[in-house]
């Protein structure tokens, strides 16, 4: 198949009468071109000529009205009391001055100056226009133009479609025949247009560039006006921070029964009041919108103090997106390394298990304590100078009892001791160390302690999942004090408040704890690697056929009475003398350990007292017998790992030990009689060797296992891989679920919000037992850690 490319249609161009505009397409439009140009050359021309003779007769009206004015003040100065017979000469001659002399040279300028304008204007006139003999030619030029720019637009058709001239181009017509000189003196009078022109244009760029100067001088005293406003912003008034907190609560207000149309009302109403522009400029661009104004306001002022804050508090806000299919999560705890107790060794190894999957990295975030906090918590007055030398000591103590390299982080946030109650109190809000990029999965190790004076983001806000793990009974430490009934009643329900506000679900160790909302009981702990290597030695060493243990029965735990040491010492008093011969090694250290020896000196008991040492220590290894008395702890870390070792265990038979009772080694008691005969059948015999799968039930791997499926955390992690067709049913049974729990969800929205608001007062934090200055951190910790102050963090004006 052949294809041609045909032509192009062709367009006759007709001058309309005689001769040369017959020509081709582009040289009328070339011509045409110009014409326009010439034509827009001349209007501007004139006026220009305008403006000039506007600007003179201006100058002579006030020349005349200053004129006016002198003469009036000289008559005027003549006209009151008749002047006196030896001066009256004086003022008639100056008057006569003025008249003759002045007021003629005065008339004279003027005639002058209206000639010098009729000949400037005249001059201005032929020099601008076209070349040519007199007035009536030139008259010619310009209409032989006008159909010379008629012809040129004027296109082949039939000749009752042409188009047809008006009467008043008749005479035009009949100087058709002389186009061609037309042309040749239009070409002329441009090309002086064009030389004369350079100058105009020379004029208009100068202009032009003034106008340029005056816009950068106007953009410079705009830039320092709105420099020196940046630096005097005043604060936000009530006014303006009612109207911003208003806005912030609309989702609450809405469940509340309050239309979002209200809260915008009342949001306007409060912002009219008292409203501050930022600048000049902004005043003038300033909108209707009060909530963009508000925004601005808010945004001017907390720029001026260099604070910057991700999102609001009522407001949605911005959580963790999977974008690499990796997650992150974040195990909180309230105490750390070297403070050898479970609340600093448990979350660690969590820490360290939960890394080795490859789903998701990990943050261990503990708290720093300054250095007059460090000598009364760290064991032998240990002390660090920086979290960098501390997170060193932590990486090294977990590195000899791992077998495998650790893969996590480690961040800190501020933190006191409080004597009274012996434990670490964070100092400010806890989530704002961990970044929003990070903020995807929260463990909150003791999530009652971390949130008992809480004052800051919502855990749940903030997080896409959070999980509590209950470590303590503290209800079982606060009857043991004075008034502990009516203590233990009010954190009872101190701690489902804060629980249920802040977690999405809670794991209890054991069924000793207090019962949580959203709790579930499992054991979600393990022991150190190391125990079970040593429990392993020793198998080995009795298959061998060499001494296993050496020793007879030890204690170890903090030396404080709630630990268990109240109930040792009331058993071994009672039965002194059924076990006669019994002696007892104690290890540990703590507040009450004078006390505590004291009392049993005083008993004549067969107890022998060392310093706290670590449970892997060489010197422990030999003992058979592991006795614990207590009944406050909740999951005792000391006894899963004096079964890993194979010893024996005695403990009462209670909630905190119901994980212990399956193996066959652990001997437990209900009265003070069986504990007795416990005794003496663990020193009478040898324990059982762990089976592998008692094994494995110790580990941390198992423990791992555990946690991952009670705390939903598989579930979280495993949703970025469901198939793209369960996804819509897995969306409409999670809105289900969401339609159902919405009530409940509304509940915990507003007990954390009044949480938010008790905890803000300093007044009510010391009357409940929170140390002083704990809202936020001190310049301390500011010089610890590299913070910011606490003024530029949180200013009193935001949330």
């Excluded at 979600?524 to 080995?540: R, S």
Aim: net charge negative; aromatic share 8%; glycine share 6%.
């Amino acid at each position: 198949m052949e294809v041609r490319a045909s032509p192009p249609p062709s367009v006759s161009i007709s001058g309309g009468g005689g001769g040369g505009f017959g020509g081709a397409r582009g040289d009328d439009s070339a011509f045409s071109f110009l014409s326009k140009g010439w034509r827009e050359v001349r209007d501007s021309a004139t006026a220009d000529l305008r403006l000039m003779r506007a600007r003179a007769d201006s100058l002579r009206t006030l020349a005349d009205r200053e004129l006016e004015q002198l003469l009036a003040s000289a008559s005027t100065a003549v006209a009151p009391a008749p002047p006196p017979p030896l001066a009256a000469g004086a003022p008639i001659a100056e008057l006569e001055f003025v008249r003759t002399r002045i007021q003629p040279k005065i008339s004279e300028l003027r005639r002058r100056y209206a000639s010098q304008e009729r000949d400037l204007g005249r001059r201005v006139l032929e020099e601008w226009a076209p070349r040519g003999a007199g007035g009536p030619a030139r008259a010619r030029v310009d209409l032989s133009a006008i159909t010379a720019i008629r012809n040129a637009f004027v296109f082949e058709a039939p000749v009752g479609e042409r188009w047809r001239s008006p009467a008043w181009m008749g005479d035009v017509e009949a100087e058709e025949g002389k186009e061609w000189e037309v042309v040749r003196m239009i070409r002329d009078g441009i090309k002086e247009f064009e030389r004369r022109s350079q100058t105009s244009e020379i004029f208009e760029g100068l202009r032009s560039t003034g106008e340029l100067v005056e816009k950068f001088k106007s953009s410079l005293r705009s830039f320092n006006m709105e420099s020196q406003g940046s630096k005097e912003i005043p604060p936000l008034d009530l006014t303006e921070i009612l109207a911003n907190v208003v806005r912030q609560s609309e989702p609450f207000l809405d469940q509340l029964g309050v239309r979002r149309d209200q809260c915008e009302r009342l949001v306007e109403a409060l912002y009219r009041k008292q409203s501050h522009s930022l600048s000049e400029d902004t005043s003038l661009l300033a909108n209707d919108n009060s909530s963009d104004d508000l925004d601005l306001r808010i945004a001017s002022v907390l720029q001026s103090t260099g604070y910057h804050a991700d999102d609001g508090f009522w407001n949605e806000p911005a959580k963790y997106e999977v974008t690499d299919n990796r997650r992150h999560v974040a195990v909180v705890t309230t105490a750390s390394l070297p403070w050898m107790t479970g609340t600093a060794v448990n979350p660690l190894f969590r820490a360290a298990y939960l890394a080795k999957g490859s789903k998701q990295d990990v943050t261990l975030v503990v708290p720093w304590l300054c250095k007059s906090d460090q000598e009364l918590v760290y064991p032998n007055s240990m002390t660090f100078n920086s979290p960098e030398e501390q997170e060193t000591y932590i990486r090294n103590w977990l590195e000899e009892r791992l077998g495998f390299e650790s893969n996590f982080k480690i961040s800190f946030y501020p933190g006191k001791f409080s004597k009274e109650r012996r434990s670490i109190i964070p100092a400010g809000d806890t989530s704002q160390f961990i970044p929003s990029r990070e903020a995807d999965i929260a463990i909150l190790e003791e999530p009652e302690h971390l949130n008992w004076y809480h004052h800051g983001k919502r855990w749940t806000d903030k997080f896409n999942h959070v999980v509590g793990v209950v470590h303590t009974n503290y209800l079982e430490y606060i009857k043991r004090e004075k008034n502990g009934a009516l203590q233990a009643f009010l954190v009872k329900h101190i701690n489902n408040w804060v629980t249920r506000a802040y977690c999405d679900k809670v794991l209890r160790l054991s069924a000793a704890t207090q019962d949580l909302p959203k709790s579930i009981v499992c054991n979600v702990h393990g022991v150190n690697p190391k125990f079970l290597k040593i429990g392993e030695k020793i198998t080995a060493d009795r298959e061998g056929g060499e001494p296993s243990f050496s020793k007879g029965a030890y204690f170890l735990g903090k030396m404080v009475w709630a630990k268990g040491y109240r109930e040792l010492i009331d058993l071994m008093a009672k039965h002194k003398n059924d076990l006669e011969g019994f002696k007892l090694d104690v290890y540990g250290s703590g507040e009450d350990s004078q006390e505590v020896q004291s009392t049993a000196r005083k008993l004549d008991l067969s107890l022998n007292f060392f310093k706290g040492r670590d449970h892997a220590d060489n010197s422990l290894h030999g003992y058979k017998v592991f006795i614990n008395p207590s009944i406050s702890d909740v999951l005792c870390t000391a006894t899963a790992e004096a079964l890993a070792m194979g010893k024996f265990v005695i403990c009462a038979e209670h909630p905190s030990n119901e994980f212990f009772m399956s193996f066959p080694n652990c001997l437990t008691y209900k009265s003070s009689e069986e504990f007795v005969a416990r005794v003496k059948e663990a020193m009478n015999r040898e324990p059982q060797p762990l089976t592998p799968e008692q094994r494995y039930n110790l580990s941390w791997e198992a423990a791992t296992e555990r946690f991952m499926e009670y705390s939903d955390l598989d579930k979280v992690l495993n949703d970025e891989a469901v198939q793209p067709g369960q996804a819509g049913t897995r969306n409409k049974i999670r809105r289900s679920s969401q339609r159902q729990h919405n009530l409940s969800n509304i509940m915990d929205g507003g007990l954390a919000f009044a949480h938010q608001c008790l905890t803000g007062s300093e007044v009510l934090r010391l009357a409940t037992g929170a140390i002083p200055g704990t809202r936020d951190y001190d310049k301390q910790h500011c010089m610890d850690m590299g913070l910011l102050p606490p003024q530029v963090q949180h200013p009193v004006y935001g949330w």
